[in-house]
């Protein structure tokens, strides 16, 4: 501890600009399972008789997998991760090329067939890509894209993926070049504008590279696509409630087909391009006739939104599923329809697969359920169906004579596991441990310092969980969401290097106890630790085990100058991963950052292989890892008096103001206290039933100041002697925090004193308390701590 100005501190640095964050993603143990909804379907079939077919899934949880497909078993073969937010829709253009795109803007290239491999990264839209059309003889490659922006494009994917051109020139922060899975740039591409008036403009904003087509007309967001087989038409849907249609190897518009009064949420098309199904969220079914530009049929069958249609390969019968739960089989001539089965989700895809049709939803798990694509009528033998009405589905209700569909299968066939998606979390106090709630009501507590669950408490009320599990208070040196359905950790600098903790509360062998650890710089060694062994393995120099680290003189002269920095701890870099830190390698965390170029990327943290630099990773993250460098922070003081207890004939310790780290324990000011009253003495010298000898209770209090760490050589840690100082804290507000919390570790002794028609509460503080939580959760003013202090008889 110190002694500090009245002023206070007023060292409030400002920044330029946002830096970059680096995200971290803590995936679970079993990695080959989706944990959150599933928003796309793509079937390859085998060319081969004796091949095995392929399903493909894109998830909520931003990662596409590749199941191969037996008679009964499903077995995950593959894993795509690249994207850093939702997939929402995934083609196949050939059979070994996959397109996928993302609510990160992008749409992404894959070797269908390779262990996950990304070719090229496709970034022209301005918010959510939501869909996707491709033909299914796609010999032209032709795959169309739709988003939130109100954007339509027209992309040749082969002539994307084979466009290999790289800009090496310095380029400012915002440009759009792309990062792939090898680390390749995709410049920056030019576009073709059609506007309403269907003329073509180019805008270019690079001389080289692909050029796709926008088809421009839509003036709100698009949610569904549709290209017949030949590529030679393309309907979109979207918030305005009507089907537009395309000429995709122009971008011109040829028509536009009112009828729903919600927005259009799927939609197909037929082998010629002649009909076209579409579904909307007024629950309506929709059949138009391109060539007479009218609706022709409208099935009212659901309950609710529609979000996914799938036909047969004649295009007699429609599939449709959605918020309702169901999935209805309709004839489109007789209008006949029957309830195939009804799920616990709502229902996002559908695609069909010989005579089965597999069935996706907001749960993490995929459904093969019969249906018989090759003769629909063989499910309408089996009675129960109905006739769809063409009115909404109130008054079609009539045409049901009320009564209930009855579902004809109860189970699926075949069932692909997800996990358990995270919908609730709370970060703790002490900010290294995260409480979770899962979609199964299952509770979890995290470390997320290491990546790994350390308590599993099962099926219990999240909410006494979270009371129970009150600890000391620490800043607030991360964030964490579960959009993806897992913890996501998002660090931010300068605010994450906010937390310090000692290594002893650390538990950190071979470290002297008093030393502070930064949470954040720890937390960054240990994510990066196979990276920097790998840099040193490129660069020619040995690589300790542990991850020890290397000297950052390579860092661009750009990044070490963006900031002013200061050195944490001492001249020489600190390159030990102590073991709160290490990460797991059988689960590892994925890494989502960005550096100077390109955009966001995500990576797990064993597949980084050391190229990576400031191109990929924000400055500051480099700057920590590599120099021990941490930006200027908020003042990580606490200030506070120390006074004896009212009434004692105890003399003041000092008449300044005191300031020490806010992980400070209390049982240091009681050393503190100590050491000031006994002077030079041993602390021997206090008597074996823990009280003062006689004179040295206070009577001689030098004013000095000492440091963080009040003990001098040779005195025995405070634990081993019986304390005979007491620390309290006075303040109104704590007797409702003494009526409210019971927690273990802390110790109260409450003392009523009627003064001028108030009471005032003295809590004696556990030694246990750090600084921090005894201003959060005891003193709860903005004012300066107080804290006072007596000698007490041995307990």
């Known amino acids: 501890m110190h002694r500090v100005g009245s002023a206070g501190n007023t060292n409030n640095s400002t920044r330029p600009h946002k830096e970059r964050r680096l995200t971290y993603v803590l995936n679970d143990s079993d990695d080959t399972k989706h944990c959150a909804g599933i928003n796309c379907l793509s079937v390859l079939k085998s ?6 077919d392929y399903l493909f899934t894109g998830s909520r949880d931003g990662k596409l997998k590749r199941w191969a497909l037996a008679d009964d078993v499903s077995t995950c073969s593959a894993t795509f991760e690249s994207h850093v937010d939702w997939v929402n829709d995934a083609v196949l253009v050939s059979d070994n090329v996959l397109v996928s795109c993302s609510s990160d803007t992008t749409l992404k290239t894959w070797n269908a067939l390779s262990t996950g491999t990304c070719t090229r990264t496709l970034r022209q839209h301005s918010d959510y890509v939501t869909c ?41 922060d915002d440009n759009s070049n792309s990062i792939n899975g090898s680390g390749n740039l995709l410049p920056t591409t030019s576009l073709r504008t059609i506007s309403s008036s269907n003329s073509i403009s180019v805008h270019t904003t690079q001389t080289q590279g692909y050029i796709p087509i926008v088809a421009k007309g839509h003036k709100e967001s698009v949610y569904a696509l549709a290209m017949n087989e030949g590529g030679s038409l393309l309907v979109s849907g979207g918030t305005e409630k009507v089907v537009r249609v395309w000429d995709p190897r122009s971008g011109s518009k040829t028509l536009k087909l009112k009828g729903h009064t919600d927005n259009v949420r799927a939609l197909l098309l037929d082998s010629t391009g002649r009909f076209c199904l579409s579904g909307s969220s007024d629950s309506m079914i929709r059949l138009w006739d391109l060539g007479q530009q009218r609706c022709v049929h409208s099935y009212a069958v659901h309950t609710d939104s529609i979000w996914a249609l799938a036909s047969t390969s004649t295009f007699s019968h429609v599939y449709s599923g959605g918020r ?67 009115l909404s589905f109130s008054r079609a ?66 909410e006494e969980k979270k009371e129970e599990l009150f600890e000391m208070f620490l800043a607030a040196w991360f964030t964490v969401d579960t959009r993806l359905g897992c913890l996501s950790v998002h660090l931010d600098t300068p605010q994450c290097f906010s937390a310090e ?63 002013k920095v200061e050195v944490d701890g001492s001249s020489e870099i600190d390159a030990m991963v102590y073991p709160p830190f290490e990460f797991s390698v059988v689960s590892p965390p994925s890494i989502i950052t960005e550096g100077t170029h390109g955009g966001p990327w995500r990576k797990k943290i064993t597949d980084l292989d050391g190229t990576e630099d400031e191109k990929d990773f924000p400055w ?75 004179g040295l209770a206070g009577s001689q209090l030098q004013h000095q100041a000492v440091g963080d ?72 003013k903005t004012d300066d701590l107080v804290l006072n202090y007596r000698v007490t008889q041995g307990r």
């Open 47 to 52: 060319a081969a008789s004796d091949g095995s």
């Open 132 to 172: 996707l059309a491709a033909a299914e003889k796609n010999v032209i490659n032709m795959v169309a894209s739709g988003g939130l922006g109100g954007e339509v494009f027209i992309w040749d994917i082969e002539a994307a993926v084979a466009s290999d051109v790289k800009c090496n020139d310095v380029m400012d």
């Open 324 to 390: 309702d739960f169901s999935l209805y089989l309709t004839d489109l001539q007789t209008r006949e329809s029957v309830l195939l089965c009804t799920g616990e989700h709502p229902i996002l895809q559908l695609a069909v697969h010989d005579d089965n049709i597999w069935v996706a939803s907001t749960d993490a798990s995929v459904h093969r359920w019969p249906a018989e694509g090759g003769n629909p009528q063989k499910v309408f033998q089996r009675g129960n169906s109905f006739l769809a009405g063409n």
């Open 397 to 462: 209700r009539v045409s049901v004579e009320g009564s209930t569909p009855v579902p004809v299968y109860k189970q699926p066939t075949l069932t692909i596991s997800g996990i358990p998606a995270m919908v609730q979390h709370e970060v703790l106090n002490n900010k290294r441990h995260v409480l979770t709630k899962d979609t199964s009501g299952s509770v979890k507590l995290w470390e997320i310092t290491k990546g790994v669950v350390v308590e599993d408490y099962g099926k219990v009320s999240f």
């Open 501 to 563: 903790m000692y290594s002893a509360d650390l538990n950190i062998i071979g470290k002297p106890e008093d030393d502070k650890v930064n949470l954040a710089r720890e937390t960054l060694k240990g994510l990066l630790a196979n990276w920097l062994r790998k840099r040193k393995q490129r660069i020619g120099t040995p690589a300790p085990a542990n991850g020890e680290l290397l000297s950052g003189k390579d860092i661009g002269a750009r990044s070490l100058t963006h900031s």
């Open 620 to 694: 500051w993250c480099l700057d920590c890892v590599l120099n021990n460098r941490l930006p200027p922070r908020e003042n990580t003081k606490c200030s506070f008096y120390l006074h004896p207890c009212e009434g004692s004939s105890l003399q003041i310790l000092t008449q300044g103001k005191l300031s020490a780290p806010r992980i400070l324990r209390i049982h240091k000011v009681i050393n503190y206290v100590i050491e000031k009253m006994v002077l030079d003495k041993p602390l021997d010298s206090v008597n074996s039933d823990g009280n003062f000898p006689p």
């Open 709 to 780: 760490v009040s003990f001098r050589s040779g005195f025995k840690p405070w634990q081993k002697i019986r304390p005979s100082i007491e620390i309290l804290c006075n303040n109104q507000a704590s007797y409702m925090f003494l009526l409210m919390q019971s927690y273990d570790f802390i110790y109260t002794y409450t003392i009523f004193k009627h003064s001028t028609n108030c009471f005032n509460y003295f809590q004696i503080l556990s030694p246990e308390m750090s600084l921090a939580t005894v201003r959060a959760y005891i003193w709860k």
